[in-house]
């Protein structure tokens, strides 16, 4: 059986800015990325996601970013190395204590909006976040995306890694995400959507913006959970890849 790991980007909500329901995409996808606090959540909003996840028996990985809570962290900081590394393992060992605290356990990292975007074309940045990761926990998985600089230099430096795709983006020719200030960047019809990440799954090619077909490897695909009517859009591809045979399993079990 063909099996593939869906993920969402989760525990980024508090009180005065709920993003996602976690609640209902924890019963749907196989791997949460946890929010560490910088780009969005608080501790206790995190701990109660990582504590949900334990119940759900939902793979758990940290999902750090810049310290631009304001900004969502989806703007690029111009700031030293030493710093960035700091800020990267201040947040990976937040969480792992808060995860074992609530019965989960740490699988793997995958970097948040801008510095997940930075890392995979920037390889001072990627070196850096790497070299965090390994201070920390040399045995977590580098989650990152397909085919970038950013995956091949973890892998390199001795870290295990995975590959993701995107379900609700859209692809430039190159491989690259097309960037969320391009109209089209986001992808909002579920079953749209779930058809073209089964033909993904079927045939390892995705249909570009501009309608040309890519070859991607990947581990695991992503539904952000921020996205409107996103827990929907995750319930219709895991149907779908159930009624296909496409087993969801995390990538990192």
Do not use: W
């Not at 976040?129 to 201070?135: D, P």
């Not at 795709?165 to 190159?174: G, T, V």
Request: net charge negative; glycine share 10%; proline share 4%.
């Amino acid at each position: 059986m063909v099996s593939i790991d869906l993920n969402s980007d989760l525990g980024e909500n508090t009180p005065d800015r709920v993003v996602s329901d976690d609640e209902a995409m924890l019963g749907i996808v196989s791997s949460a990325n946890i929010a560490c606090g910088f780009h969005a959540g608080d501790p206790a909003g995190i701990f109660s996601t990582l504590q949900r996840a334990a119940e759900h028996k939902v793979t758990v990985g940290a999902h750090p970013g810049y310290r631009d809570f304001e900004g969502f962290g989806r703007v690029k900081l111009d700031i030293p190395a030493t710093q960035l590394q700091a800020d990267v393992e201040y947040q990976l060992g937040a969480l792992a204590a808060l995860a074992k605290h609530a019965g989960a356990k740490l699988s793997y990292v995958k970097p948040h909006g801008a510095l997940y975007n930075a890392l995979a074309r920037d390889e001072g940045i990627a070196q850096t976040v790497v070299a965090a990761i390994r201070a920390v926990d040399p045995s977590l998985i580098f989650l990152g995306l397909a085919g970038t600089e950013g995956l091949k230099l973890a892998e390199r430096a001795g870290l295990s890694v995975a590959a993701e795709a995107f379900a609700d983006r859209a692809y430039l020719p190159s491989g690259d995400l097309v960037p969320r200030s391009q109209e089209g960047a986001v992808l909002h019809d579920p079953a749209e959507v779930s058809q073209r990440m089964l033909d993904f799954v079927s045939t390892g090619t995705i249909r570009a913006i501009d309608g040309t077909l890519i070859r991607v490897h990947a581990d695991s695909l992503c539904v952000h959970g921020d996205s409107p009517g996103a827990v929907a859009m995750a319930r219709i591809i895991r149907s779908a890849f159930q009624d296909a045979g496409i087993a969801i399993q995390p990538f990192a079990a």
